[in-house]
Every structure is written in C-alpha cells, then in structure tokens.
C-alpha cells in the first residue's frame, strides 16, 4: 500500500474525546495516509482536549461542536464543513454512550430512558450524520462506524450497548442499500477491547481484556495502528466493493465458540 493512499481526500471524523480515544487513532492514520481532516467536539469541555491533539498535525484544523442526539448540532456542523470545502470523502463516527448504571448489573433492568439514551447516541446518530453528509460525497465516499461483539453475542455488562451495536451494524447495512447508488460505502469495524475513557464506563472492563488475552487465536485484543490500518484500508479506493460489512480487528477472537 503506498503511505499516502488517502492524498487528496477530505474527512470528517467524529469521536475524540482524548489521546486514547479510537477515533484519535483512526484519524492520525487517516492523516498519515494524506487525509485533510475536519473534527467535531461534544460540547465545550472536551474543545481544548481536541484542539491540543489536532495541533500535534500543523496548520489550521478546523473542529466544530457537535452533540449527536441535536439535529441543530449536527446541521450547523455541516454547515461549518461546506465553508471549508465542497465535498467530502470520508467520515468516522466513534461515538457511543449508555448511562453507567446501565452498563452495571442485569440488562433485564434497562429503564426505558437508558435504552433510548443509548440508541440515539450510538445507532441513530449514524443515519442522522449519514443524512448530512451524503449530500457531499459527491465522488462518492466511504463512512465507517465502531462498533463490538456485544452486538450478536452476550457479553456480561455490555448489556444495552450491545442491543445498540446490533442496531447500529443494522443501519449501516441499510445505510449502505440506500447510499450504494452514489458510491458511498457503509461499513463497521468491530474491535476488540481497548484501554479507553468510554471502555472505563463498563464494569468488568479488565476481565475481558485477559478474556481476549487468554481465549483470542491471537492471545490479546488489537492496537490501535491496527484499527488505524483497517480504518485506512476502508477509507481506500481499495475497499471500492466492500460496504455493509462488520470487519473484525480483535485478535481473532469473533471466530471461537468456546
Ligand atoms: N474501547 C473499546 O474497547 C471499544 C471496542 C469496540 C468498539 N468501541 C467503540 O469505539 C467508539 C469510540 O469509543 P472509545 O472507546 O474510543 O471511547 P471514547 O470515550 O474515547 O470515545 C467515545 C466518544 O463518543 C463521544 N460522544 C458520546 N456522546 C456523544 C454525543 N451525545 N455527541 C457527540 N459525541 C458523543 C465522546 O465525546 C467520545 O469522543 C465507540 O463507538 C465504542 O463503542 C470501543
């Protein structure tokens, strides 16, 4: 793969909280591959987190607020992103929520607010984002959205997030039906466990990491250079007939029964 397979193409990249965040991986491999990137924020406290890590590339990075469950948000921010450029290329949505005590305890206990919370965060914000920008992927375009295995098989704790990942790698699907027609592709990555501010949120966090460790065929989860490389690779003209897919970046671990 040249380095600078993404020269020429602009992103827009959704999810970086800190230096740990997935998205922040994502997008530096983006960066690297030649990428020219436009980030968002979630509200006024994590701006300056943002505006160092963006610093660390040079030169003016634009970044804007965007709080995914408000339409406003979402739509003012693009049109932030249409003052920059014409089109876009690429977007990365990393972004997940689900009130702690629902990630704590029996999912049997889900209140209805917990549920919806978690949905709107971190399944519909892919189609409402999606909605936006389509419209500016006019040479078609590559999303990609994170996504886990909690989504098709229980794993304790994940409980409502993993309800919300199925539905999330359900909408790409269907994202991908309806946006096919303009070339723009619509795939997850399912990675495995990684160290994180949101991975914080889930109780038995650090049992499951030695879960991958010991039961992955590749005895440990991924890093991230290697969500960066699956980022870049679908963001690339060589993914061109890859979309709705669930690609996994976890250490082997989806294929085991036992
Ligand atoms: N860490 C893991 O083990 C792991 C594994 C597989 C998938 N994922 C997924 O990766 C993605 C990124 O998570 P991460 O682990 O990097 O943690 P993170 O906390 O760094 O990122 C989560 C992001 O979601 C954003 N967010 C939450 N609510 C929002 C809202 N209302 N509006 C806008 N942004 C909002 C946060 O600001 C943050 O930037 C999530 O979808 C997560 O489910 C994480």
Same mark, same amino acid.
């Given at each position: ?119 709107? &965060?971190?399944?519909? #914000? /892919?189609?409402?984002? =999606? %909605?936006?920008? $389509? ?8 999303? *990609? ?17 993993? &309800?919300?990942?199925? #539905? /999330?790698?359900?909408? =790409? %699907?269907?994202? $991908? ?8 592709? *619509? ?72």
């Amino acid at each position: 793969m040249s380095s600078r397979i993404l020269e020429g193409k602009v992103g827009v990249v959704f999810g970086v909280a800190n230096k740990r965040s997935i998205a922040w991986g994502i997008a530096k491999a983006w960066a690297a591959a030649g990428a020219r990137l436009i980030f968002n924020f979630q509200g006024e406290r994590l701006k300056e987190n943002v505006e160092e890590l963006v610093a660390e590339f040079g030169g003016d990075v634009p970044l804007y607020p965007c709080d995914v469950t408000k339409d406003e948000e979402i739509s003012a921010f693009f049109g932030k992103v249409r003052e920059h450029t014409s089109r876009i290329d690429l977007m990365l949505h990393s972004v997940a929520f689900a009130p702690k005590e629902a990630l704590e305890g029996e999912f049997v206990n889900t209140t209805r607010q917990a549920y919806a919370m978690a949905h709107d &965060v971190s399944a519909y #914000s /892919l189609v409402g984002l =999606a %909605r936006e920008a $389509a419209p500016l992927m006019t040479e078609g375009g590559s999303i *990609v959205a994170m996504t886990y295995y909690g989504s098709e098989k229980v794993i304790p704790h994940y409980n409502v997030m993993g &309800v919300a990942k199925a #539905s /999330l790698e359900a909408s =790409a %699907r269907y994202l $991908a039906y309806d946006l096919g027609g303009k070339k723009i592709r *619509v795939n997850c990555i399912s990675a495995g466990p990684m160290q994180t501010l949101a991975a914080r949120g889930i109780s038995g966090f650090g049992e499951m990491m030695k879960h991958y460790q010991d039961h992955a065929p590749l005895h440990r989860s991924c890093t991230m250079e290697e969500l960066g490389a699956m980022g870049v690779f679908l963001a690339s003209d060589g993914a061109a007939s890859i979309t709705g897919q669930v690609l996994y970046v976890d250490g082997g671990y989806q294929i085991m029964g036992m």
